[in-house]
């Protein structure tokens, strides 16, 4: 119980570092079989580390053999721990097991460089000479110099709404519910690719709206899938994500948007279009909303191409009479975007941070998906350059349980496809984040981790953890 392991001679992971000193001491003889450790919130105290990191290191010294966890009692040294604690000889060498690292979330890389980050707080600094002002209620939709600001940021996608037309709203999600609340009610079918964004899943669910997963090929939503499943379903709806795609990163070619126009108007079917990473691209093709106003509800969000902290959208809506039941479900679900974040992404707008900014992730995030195809099986990763995040398809004998479930062992987080699926079984694949906190010399170790585990078959990787 008074057990506490000298970890500063160990140059590895804390957690595999408390582990290694279970099996030292005892070899030495300092812990005796049967002798009880102390509790993981305790010794996680004494050695000022988190939680998990103990509770990694006693299931690493339980999966050596060296302990055994007994319930409501603790944990216990194994009563033959000499035999167990022995190396395993069938171990494959390979990196070192990463520290706890999220790749689940598709984030931008996160500013570094000092003057960008002084010019961001710059930005701040001005918005909070109106911080009084700016803690009162505004006005649904956004303040005319919000959606001055908006204009001018979408003009950069070839979009010129008029501004009843335009709405700052408090995020995608926000947006997305409230144009499927004004468009649809429970039991009409909605539309989607056959692996889409998990939010829309979320939403279509919460308000009652079947969804159905469409069939795509390497320029995203086939064509004819769309128009059969609209003589089918007569749906209200068909949402997608036609730049850098999540999870697939696939961008749409203009052909291939005008094919799908076409179609959607002949049915009378609304568009959706998330545009979360429209912006990221230095040109990307023209958006529904340019081709296809009259039927297009297009959201740009703004937090993958600046943050995911502002929580804030730009919607267009086809037409006036079309905002009017959008603004109704916009009040009822959040009644206003936050005016203090409004107003800090129009600072960086006009003074050319946002800019600034956009032009950093684009750098760092080109070199990260270099660093990814230098490590990773480029036959297995469908990507992009400027993607957020890979698409990797697994090779026999993996299947995208074992994988993620490999990974998030060691403290490895990824997402499988079960999360973006749809239609049918899921892919066996994954989506791996390379954007974020984290910085390249950790993403590169994490990523070498990985195509280590990739070269072995999935009993092996177990083994070598």
């Known amino acids: 119980m008074d057990w506490l392991p000298d970890l500063t001679q160990s140059d590895k992971p804390r957690y595999l570092a408390i582990a290694d000193r279970i099996a030292a001491d005892i070899a030495a003889g300092a812990l005796a079989a049967g002798e009880r450790l102390p509790p993981q919130r305790r010794l996680a105290e004494a050695l000022a580390v988190d939680f998990t990191t103990v509770a990694r290191g006693y299931v690493e010294a339980q999966r050596r053999g060296l302990v055994e966890s ?8 194994k009563a033959v721990p000499v035999k167990a604690a022995a190396p395993d000889k069938r171990s494959i060498p390979g990196p070192p ?3 706890l690292v999220d790749l689940s979330m598709t984030l931008p890389p996160e500013p570094d460089d000092p003057a960008l980050v002084a010019r961001l707080r710059q930005g701040m600094v001005e918005v909070a000479e109106r911080l009084v002002s700016l803690l009162r209620y505004q006005p649904l939709g956004g303040s005319p110099a919000d959606k001055a600001a908006a204009a001018l940021w ?3 996608r070839g979009l010129t709404p008029a501004p009843e037309q335009l709405f700052v709203v408090p995020g995608a999600n926000a947006a997305l519910l409230a144009i499927l609340s004004s468009l649809a009610k429970p ?17 279509c669910a919460q308000l009652g709206l079947p969804l159905t997963g469409l069939t795509m090929d390497r320029d995203g939503l086939d064509p004819a899938a769309f128009a059969e499943a609209c003589a089918r379903l007569k ?11 999540n999870p697939t990163t696939i961008t749409m070619p203009e052909r ?26 230095m040109t990307a093709p023209a958006p529904f909303a340019a081709l296809a106003p009259d039927l297009t509800w297009h959201i740009a969000g703004l937090s993958k191409c600046l943050g995911a902290g502002l929580r804030l959208a730009y919607v267009v809506v086809p037409d006036l009479r079309s905002g009017w039941p959008f603004a109704a479900a916009l009040r009822a679900s959040s009644i206003m975007a936050s005016p203090l974040t409004a107003a800090l992404a129009t600072r960086w707008i006009e003074d050319g941070s946002a800019d600034a900014l956009l032009a950093f992730i684009r750098t760092e995030t080109a070199a990260r998906q270099r660093l990814a195809a230098e490590i990773l099986p480029t036959r297995l990763c469908r990507t992009d350059p400027l993607s957020f995040n890979l698409w990797l398809e697994l090779p026999p004998p993996w299947t995208r349980a074992a994988f993620t479930g490999q990974m998030q062992a060691t403290g490895i987080g990824i997402v499988a496809s079960d999360a973006f699926a749809t239609k049918g079984p899921a892919p066996e694949a994954a989506r791996i984040c390379l954007g974020g906190p984290i910085g390249r010399k950790a993403l590169g170790d994490v990523l070498a981790f990985m195509a280590h585990a990739l070269e072995q078959a999935p009993e ?6």
Not at 70 to 77: D, H, I, N
Not at 235 to 245: E, F, G, I
Not at 460 to 465: E, K, M
Request: aromatic share 6%; net charge positive.
């Open 70 to 77: 007994r319930v409501g009692q603790g944990t216990f040294v």
């Open 97 to 99: 097991v990463p520290e």
């Open 154 to 156: 979408l003009g950069r």
């Open 187 to 203: 039991g009409d079918a909605v539309l989607c690719e056959a692996l889409t964004y998990p939010g829309i899943r979320s939403i």
């Open 235 to 245: 749906p209200k709806a068909l949402y997608l994500n036609p730049v850098l795609q």
């Open 256 to 281: 291939r948007r005008g094919e799908i126009a076409g179609i959607a108007r002949r049915h009378g079917v609304a568009i959706i279009e998330d545009d979360a990473y429209g912006f990221v691209p």
């Open 460 to 465: 092996a990787s177990v083994r070598a953890l």
